[in-house]
């Protein structure tokens, strides 16, 4: 090491005192560096520092060694330079969380009814208490009781108090899991740096200015650098600069490499000058934190209900600065990515919610009505009574109470719970995900997964080990069954064939020494090339003197890999100035470029067509249907006499060549997949296969997992195939002819990322079938990003995958295993089941107490259920049951039963016969107890008591039963089907156990404890007896209703439906607009509801309305915007939506302004489902 001058001893010979002395060059200098581009760039570097090595002098690092790695210099390099970090947003302090919960419309209301009871019950008028005012004041109260008027509304405040710490707890732990996840998330990020001359891989936040960084195909960049030597280097910007072609990377043209964005294309190294908040991506984030701010203080923010829909990003800067304006001006050039569907359940929650608010509105409001109205015709009408002002506050008192009693049938309607439910359910199941090798990015997704009916898979690493080896070769016109012995080989020949792989191949791909002893050798990089590479170590030979001679600067011109090469090409300079080409590549593409071949003696020899042909049939074929994947390598001396060659036509360079050996290369099938795939087809789930091998390898593989079965008449198609059969004359892909092929296909063999994204959306878009199709798909390589962004459920490979595709992707899969993906199946439709046996509980709650309170209160003018009384019924059951519901542990037998698809009801005619059964059960009893009660048990009748009357036995009875009937109803809701054993697993479950437990310990302090807050008195043990009687009764009744079978009851309607066909307008159908889509249409309406409560409904579903049947199609605003943006949006949107001023939105005019292109307020709205 003592020979690199560019490594400095750490005994640094410059003060210490100013620190950017350290180094040649300062860290300003090198930001206004990286904000030039191209030429200007170029210039740049040649005039200020001479050249890219000028740089890495000043930087003190070596282009070929990099840095020393000592603690020291790094420690300099952060002080001087920063660190690789970019520091994520505030989180919300638990009070900003409590505020926003405190936004909830229907606290609100309970609030305002609180104080102003309690306002009243403080004020006693002088005289209030004559006869003039009538009955209504009289009665048996005593002075005590008349204080104790102030602690209803007392006991209100502290029930919503309750209610907002708990939700805002919720909230604040689910962002504290988050911010765990999106750490793992990014340590898990490693790049590759060089470091002593050694190439090893280090986490992201320790890449320091200075260091050697090598990039390849697939990866996201770290931070900002400037290019050493690059090979065919192309690299997407378009998170930087919305452009969608790829910019060419070179030391002559444009050397500047930038943080975040992709390498399409080729390899490199380069020189990191910027890191952190001070790369391109850090600038933008510091830009959008600041706007962000002031921002903040202007809107006020608004709760949004996320509970149902929420989304990991990873801090990556996407389309970060587009501002909106830009979209109001002109439909800017973007890269068109589709913006996905809401998932199926959120669109479904999202409408019954809907529905179930309007419902809970409309009666809430017809028993205020009522009571109002009884009371002014009783008192007024009946006994002729005058207003008298000094009765004003009494009469107020009771409208007060009226007011309160309404407030409560809507508390009790809406379903509070359901947010709170799908979140603990999604969230339980994450964390469980995590120890079946699943990584959730985006929580929708888990669910989604479990109404998949599709899984499109990649062969390699996901049905394979990925771990290639050759096992057959054809040298020299011998087919070898096993790896020859090397001296079965021409000496020559042999030697070409080593220096071929060796050269043309990534310097990065390596095979190391095992980890433990006697255990496999490890490969690094490409898996392909390894095998290639561990042929070489086969034939004894050894790769790496090699390339330690011919060093990558060496080479002249590298072609790389690509998908639709699917070869790869690395010219050298010869000594006499001719050049050599070493060439590999997929046998059938390759060989069609091949005019020569090497003999037995190693001599070329011509290479006809009709000779190919027999190739094919005699040894590629025969290989391929073994299951291997066979490569052919090649070469072509391009001679000094006929000067340097076009580089750039890439057809005649690749061409004549001469071909060296086809080799086929094994790719064990996993294990485990057989069983695998067995269950998805069991569960209803059809598996394909789409991959790039031929199409004889890929049947083969298909045949061993169990995807094609023998004996059945399914299609394997390759890609060229595949596309003739969809396409019409023009080349358009047609519905019609894909729906034609796609039933049956199950293997796609050589097909593009275009093919595997074709096939994707056309399954998904397809109306054939009984029910639309939920598609996953699995992908490693960036290409497979477009197909990973458009599947519903997209899994990248954790261990395999590029940064990419895992940016694209739901969920990685840490141990790239397709066993994985039936766990998550498994996962997925646990969550959606959780979700039901929810609703059924809790809509049963609802329904019982709705009427209750409702007939109660016109019947007896006062709600048999006080408003303390509800709240806990409401809050503590609603929130401890989906607790105890939405944890239960998956069973096997989920996977037992056909996926429920996109358009299956939330609530199945099942339960909905669950549903209503149970209610009519819990209604008999409560009025037989309402009206009966005293007589059974021999007590006061609690109706018609005066105000401010202590709390009577009778109602704390009804009170009581109505608990208990929940509590045993609890575990009812277990099942979903119809099964007969309730308990059947309930031990798993502790939660379940413990909050069952819990409840009913509570119920027994509040009511021999609870007092005048909770409206209960003390009860007798006999009473308390015969109130878990009649609760043991929920359990024999519902054995009675399961035994009732569902089909007889066809008027049952079953509700919480998907989206259906007939409900999409026409045009929204057609290809060309982009896919606005009614899930997320309803879900705007739910969250609008939620925010803005209920006294506006109308109004804003006017302009959701006209977002809806708008035609013009949105550009570009339909995507995932990158986080942080997309909160600021969620603000302005739900503001834009709710308040009356912009009702204007609502004429179609001004939604087509400008080309189709929203105004934009409404773009912003467009996207705020998306997070």
Known sequence: MANNPADHPPGNSVAEGNHEGDFGVAMVDLRTLMELRSTEAVNKIRDTYGDVQGICRRLKTSPIEGLSGNPVDLEKRHTAYGQNFIPPKKPKTFLQLVWEALQDVTLIILEIAAIISLGLSFYHPPGGDSEACGASSGGVEDEGEAQAGWIEGAAILFSVIIVVLVTAFNDWSKEKQFRGLQSRIEQEQKFTVIRKGQVIQIPVAEIVVGDIAQIKYGDLLPADGILIQGNDLKIDESSLTGESDQVRKSMEKDPML?????????????????????SQTGIIFTLLGASENDEEKKVKKTKTQDGIALEIQPLKSEEAAESEEKEEVKPVKKVNVTKKEKSVLQGKLTRLAVQIGKAGLIMSAVTVIILILYFVIDTFGVQGRQWLAECTPIYIQYFVKFFIIGVTVLVVA?????????TISLAYSVKKMMKDNNLVRHLDACETMGNATAICSDKTGTLTMNRMTVVQAYIGDTHYKTVPEPDAIKPETLETMVNSISINSAYTTKILPPEKEGGLPRHVGNKTECALLGLVLELKRDYQPIRDEVPEEKLYKVYTFNSSRKSMSTVLKNADGGFRMYSKGASEIVLRKCSRILDAQGQPRVFKPKDRDEMVRKVIEPMACDGLRTICVAYRDFPAEAGEPDWDAENDILNELTCIAVVGIEDPVRPEVPEAIAKCQRAGITVRMVTGDNINTARAIATKCGILLPGEDFLCLEGKEFNQQIRNDKGEVEQERLDKVWPKLRVLARSSPTDKHTLVKGIIDSTVGETRQVVAVTGDGTNDGPALKKADVGFAMGIAGTDVAKEASDIILTDDNFTSIVKAVMWGRNVYDSISKFLQFQLTVNVVAVIVAFTGACITQDSPLKAVQMLWVNLIMDTLASLALATEPPTESLLLRKPYGRDKPLISRTMMKNILGHAVYQLVIIFTLLFAGENFFDIDSGRNTPLHSPPSEHYTIVFNVFVMMQLFNEINARKIHGE?????????????????????????????????????????????????????????????????????????????????KEEIPEEELNEGTDEIDHAEMELRRGQILWFRGLNRIQTQMDVVYTFQTSQAAVPGALRRQPSVVSQHNDATAAKTLSSPTHIGLSSSSSLTNSGGALPPAAAASSSTAGN
């Open 258 to 278: 930038l943080s975040g964005t992709h390498v399409m294309e080729g390899s490199g190294r380069m020189v990191v000058s910027a890191v952190g908040l001070n």
């Open 414 to 422: 809406v379903p509070e719970g359901l947010p709170l439910a799908v």
């Open 980 to 1060: 007969r054993n309730v308990f059947e697993g309930v031990y798993r479950n502790p939660i379940f156990c413990s909050v069952v437990l819990g409840t009913f310990a509570l119920q027994i302090v509040i009511v021999q404890f609870g007092g005048k807050p909770f409206s209960c008195t003390a009860l007798t043990i006999d009473q308390w007896l015969w109130c878990v009687f009649i609760g043991v009764g929920e359990l024999l009744w519902g054995q009675l209703i399961s035994a009732i079978p569902t089909h007889h009851l066809k008027f049952l309607k079953e509700a919480g439906h998907g989206i259906t």
